[in-house]
Structures are given as C-alpha cells and as structure tokens.
C-alpha cells in the first residue's frame, strides 16, 4: 500500500471517532522508559513486606493475582483484605525522571478532533504524575482510573468498560482505544470501539510473552504501531485530508471536527 492510500484508509477508518481513550502503562509512555518495571518491583516488595514472604514468593503470587483476578492490587483486597490506598501509594512511589517530555505526543493529541480520556488500571494520581511529566495531561478530559473501578473491576472486565462509558457518555462506536494488553483491547472490539495495539513485543516484557508468536492480527486488533506518537499524528493528518474531500452536507454530520 502506497502512503496516501494508507492515510486515506485510517481517514476513512477514524472519520467517524470523537473519543480518544488511551491507557497510561506502556500506552502513553513508551515501555522502553521500563517505568512499568520499577512498578513491577514495588509491587514484588510491598507483597514481600505485607504478607512475610521472600521476594520470589512474592513476584510469583503477584503474577498469579495478575492472571486471576485482571491485577495484583484485585488479587490481594479479595484474598488479604490488602488496602489498596496503601498500596497504590506504595507501588507508585517510582522515579519518573526516566519519562521524558513529549512535545510531538501532545502535538498529536490536541490535533485530534474531539474528547480524550485516560482509562487505567493504575490511580489518576500516578497518571497525572506520568502525564505531566510527558506534558500531555492538559489535552484529557479525565482520568478514569483504578478508584472509579473499584478495584476489583479493572480492565478488561465488561464493568470497567460499562462504568466507564456511562460515566462519560461515550458512544463506544465512536470511541477509539490505544493500549498495550491485547485483552484490553478484545473488550473495546465487543462494544464496538475502534483499536490500537501498541506493540512491545520487541521489548521482550513479561506481560507481552502472550502476544510474540502471532503472525496475523486476531480481530480485535484493527491497527498496531511500535510507536504511538507518529501514529497519531497519522491519524489526524489523514482526518484533515479526509475532511478536505468531503462535501458540507457530509461535514455537518462531524461536528466533532470542529
Ligand atoms: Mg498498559
């Protein structure tokens, strides 16, 4: 495919879109930062601490809880009755020097026409921190994090999906989502969400071992990038191009666009 036939294509493919949802980890900011490893590791030692285990035990009952229960945190208020204030504050507690600005990522963001949302399995005050530290928190409308879910809701659950498109009023069929975990992205395709994949597989990472003998795309994932920003970018520049060929008639129907 040609350059202008692809940007005609994701045009056509993100006309209809007016709600940009974006995940924090490993979405906003690149896995090549390895923040989501220094979370990684406070969570192995908040568990080591709380519950008299050695580390290994740890990391391994925290990987069980990830699988069992959508996250670490859901695991440990089901099965320990963990506060989850205690241990969000706890896990979060991480360096975010290695976040760098993202001046091209926030030139993308506010280029797209309409609503954007952070929908996280992490707490707003760790996505504020990261956003800011990318210089992009002022282009969301908010943050729909692990408190509105109520822990044990996370993504990909059906609930955390249902919460959070009633509590904003998004239309999911005009709602696009961006995130790194496939099965996040398999509930976004049953409500009708168009989806982004941010491929890491490159990086080798724990959480995305599943994902690395794919050769085709399963369904769900309607586009996949290495690289979020210029894919974006793409996006808006094709919606641009796309606008300038559509008739008035046919542009009063986007009023997002303005
Ligand atoms: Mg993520």
Known sequence: MTGAAAAEGLGKRFRNVDTWVFDLDNTLYPAQCNLFAQIDRRMGSFIAESLELSLDEAHELRHRYYVEHGTTLAGLIQCHGISPHAFLDYVHDIDLGVVEPAPELGAAID??????????NGSRKHAESVAAKLGVLDHFEDIFDIHALEYVNPKPTREAFDRFVGAHGIAARRAAMF??????????????????????????????VSDEDWTVL???????????????????????????GQTPAELQSRPYLT
């Open 111 to 120: 280029a797209l026409p309409g609503r954007k949302f952070v929908f996280t």
């Open 218 to 244: 399963p369904d769900h994932i309607h586009h996949r990038t290495e690289a979020l920003a210029p894919f974006i970018a793409a996006i808006g520049a094709a919606l641009v191009d796309d606008a300038e």
């Open 179 to 208: 995130d790194d975990l496939p099965h996040n992205l398999e509930t976004a395709h049953t409500l009708g969400m168009t989806t982004i994949w941010i491929d890491c597989r490159a990086m080798g990472r724990p959480e995305h």
